[in-house]
């Protein structure tokens, strides 16, 4: 009877094990695997070559997929993969000078009955597109009332406008921030890691174009309580142009440097990417410029990585913690948005952000979302 007990016992388990392998475990881990991982070219050479849980299947000229595989026999999820365009790179930390053209007409006073104000970007006049303070005048003439779409804090709204009220636009801005990563096949560059701020308004502006200068560095105002301090820097704006941007967003400054450009020349450190599944709390390192010529290494800590799916912003947050840092700067200032974040010698985001509160600590953006 016991014999019998224990071999019912013995059934028991082995159908529940088969139960939680076959059906349990494959459903959860279907719904934990994300629809879209991002690789770089190697991994994803690797993953098809030699990975016996994950097989091809289904490419296309325009995106890969791989399968999700139990044990390497049971399929769970397709799933798309998000390919980098790059293993290596040359990693950056010099600053650079951002003049932009502003997607949209920049409006830099308020008109007198306030139906625009001042850091208000209009989008379009009477349904069609304004890119520049040229398209906005030609949609007016001859008009004495017109409808404009605008975008005010990040909501679009639609204003009736009196043409003869007085109305001040720009439709060009100038900044500073750091170089994070150049690709050395084509050139192509990233900065900033965050969206452009326009140097009058404050208002974020995305950029359709634009030059990136040389810039002069001649002071730091250190950090004062929960005053940021800042990288005194202007734009050398009657050099010549070091390349183009190609376009501004909310995850930073993307363009393409010419083959000549002093910036590529002095970019001589090239390294291995880590996508964000790599990125774990710990030692870290915080490649930037204090007097805007030599790029230096300062110690920090990556405190804290956030699972995004999906782009976002504040990735992690990071502390400084190099004393030679702290002594020059007070902390993170205005001036090293962009400045890479290296871990077990790989780049693997940038600086975006500091906390007011805590000026030694900042926020950081993972590096797949800033080569995209």
Not at 13 to 35: E, K
Not at 226 to 248: E, P, Y
Not at 279 to 289: C, F, Y
Request: aromatic share 6%.
């Amino acid at each position: 009877m016991k014999n019998f007990r224990f071999w019912r016992g013995i059934l028991f388990a082995s159908v529940v094990f088969g139960i939680y392998t076959m059906i349990i475990v494959p459903f959860v881990h279907g719904i934990t695997t994300p629809d879209t991982i991002v690789l770089t070219p190697s991994e994803y050479a690797a993953r098809a070559d030699s990975d016996t849980e994950i097989t091809i299947g289904n490419d296309t000229d325009t995106q890969k997929y791989i399968t999700v595989k139990l044990l390497g026999l049971i399929p769970i999820k397709k799933v798309m993969v998000d390919i980098l365009p790059f293993d290596t790179i040359l990693v950056g930390g010099m600053p650079i000078g951002i003049c932009g053209q502003i997607d949209g007409v920049l409006v830099t006073n308020d008109t007198e009955d306030r139906v625009l104000q001042k850091g208000d970007i209009i989008k379009s006049v009477n349904g069609n597109t304004i890119h520049s303070c040229a398209d906005f005048t030609a949609a007016i003439a001859n008009q004495t009332q017109v409808e404009i779409t605008l975008v005010r804090n990040g909501t679009v709204l639609k204003r009736q406008f009196h043409v003869q009220s007085d109305l001040s636009l720009r439709d060009t801005t100038n900044g500073v921030g750091m170089l994070t990563m150049i690709d050395p096949e084509t050139n192509r560059f990233s900065a900033l890691g965050h969206q452009m701020a326009d140097f009058e308004t404050g208002t974020a502006v995305d950029l359709r174009g634009g030059e990136i200068r040389a810039v002069n560095t001649y002071g730091i105002i250190k950090t004062n309580g929960k005053q940021t301090g800042v990288l005194q820097s202007s734009v050398q704006n009657n050099a010549t142009a070091q390349g183009s941007i190609i376009q501004g967003t909310n995850y930073g400054i993307t363009g393409c440097l010419t083959a000549d450009s002093e910036i590529l020349t002095n970019a001589t450190t090239t390294m291995p990417v880590a996508t964000r599944y790599y990125v774990h709390p710990g030692k870290a390192i915080l490649r930037t410029s204090l007097d805007g010529t030599t790029v230096e290494e300062f110690d920090c800590e990556i405190l804290k990585t956030r699972y995004q799916e999906r782009r976002r912003n504040k990735s992690m947050v990071i502390r400084i913690t190099d004393p030679r840092l702290l002594a020059a700067t007070g902390g993170i200032v205005h001036g090293m948005s962009g400045s890479p974040i290296i871990q077990d010698g790989h780049l693997v985001g940038a600086l975006t952000h500091a906390l007011t509160h805590d000026p030694a600590k900042g926020y950081a953006l993972y590096i797949d979302f800033i080569a995209h």
